[in-house]
Every structure is written in C-alpha cells, then in structure tokens.
C-alpha cells in the first residue's frame, strides 16, 4: 500500500471517529458539538455576546447567529437587550439549557487534548505542522472552523456538496 493511502484511510478514520461521536452526541443530548461549545461559552462568560463568542471559538458570526437562534427557538438560551445600548445583546443559558449542558457527554476533544498534552513538546509541534499541512493540502486553510471534533448536521449539505 502506497503511503499517501494509509495517510488517506488515517483521515478517513479520523473523520468517521468524529462522525459517530457527534451522532452519539446528538443522540445522548440532542446537540451537536458547535451547539455544545456555545452553550459551554455561554455558561462561562455571563453575558456574552454573540461576536465574542465568534471571536473565542473560531466560528463565523454569522455561524454563531444561526446555531443561537435554534438554541432559542429549543429555549435553550435567551437573548437580553441591553436597556443602556440597544444594539448590545447578552445571551444567557435557560434552566432547560443549564441542565442539559450538565446532562451533555464530554465533546471528543477532552480526550483529545488530555492525550496531546501528554505528548513530548516535539511531537505535539510535528503533529500541529503536519496536520496545518494537510489542511493547506486539502485546501482547506480557509475554512470555518471552531476547535471542537463534531461535526455540525447543518454543514453536512455543504460537506456533501463539497464531496470533502
């Protein structure tokens, strides 16, 4: 087997681990890791904004917007105007939301990074160089991208359609 193949099939099996974890995830708490991770924000900065969280997890704001307003459309989350600034809006977590983030599993990158972080600095700079690399080589450097190991069924279309 030539090496770019295995490389392949290590991808492919990176992509299909992330793939059942987010089912499994979906499944356990009915969030996706994106929805997770926001919520996880929201619980951490009280009174958050939308663009903050854009800016800490590496999502577009417009992402961001879109996953919030399923969140509170599911009363997940609510949002609150600001009385001082009306264009500033806070987000906060629901009692609903609150306990189904206590409920919610663990996202797959806790394991991942307690297993990277005991790594010798070396190989964590290789492994961070190596996979910058294939990312340049997929081309995919410029896409939206939060540091969470699920993926999103509102982007599987785009995946699909990309043929990614």
């Known amino acids: ?21 987010s089912k499994q995830l979906n499944k356990l708490s009915g969030l996706t890791g994106p929805q997770l991770l926001i919520m996880q924000e929201i619980a951490r900065v009280k009174g958050v904004t939308a ?42 977590l629901t009692d609903v939301g609150a306990k189904s983030l206590i409920d919610a599993p663990q996202p797959l990158q806790e394991y991942f990074i307690q297993e990277f972080c005991s790594l010798e600095e070396w190989e964590q700079s290789l492994l961070l160089s190596s996979m910058q690399r ?31």
């Open 51 to 92: 663009s903050q969280i854009a800016k800490q997890i590496n999502l577009s704001a417009a992402t961001v917007t879109n996953i919030l307003d399923r969140l509170e459309k599911r009363a997940l989350i609510k949002r609150v105007r600001s009385s001082e600034d009306k264009r500033r809006v806070s987000l906060f």
């Open 134 to 164: 294939i990312a340049t080589m997929m081309d995919a450097t410029g896409l939206d991208a939060a540091p969470v190991l699920e993926i999103d069924p509102m982007h599987m279309s785009e995946i699909s359609k990309d043929n990614i």
């Open 1 to 21: 087997m030539e090496k770019y193949e295995e490389l392949l099939i290590s991808i492919r099996k990176v992509i299909r681990a992330i793939d059942l974890r």
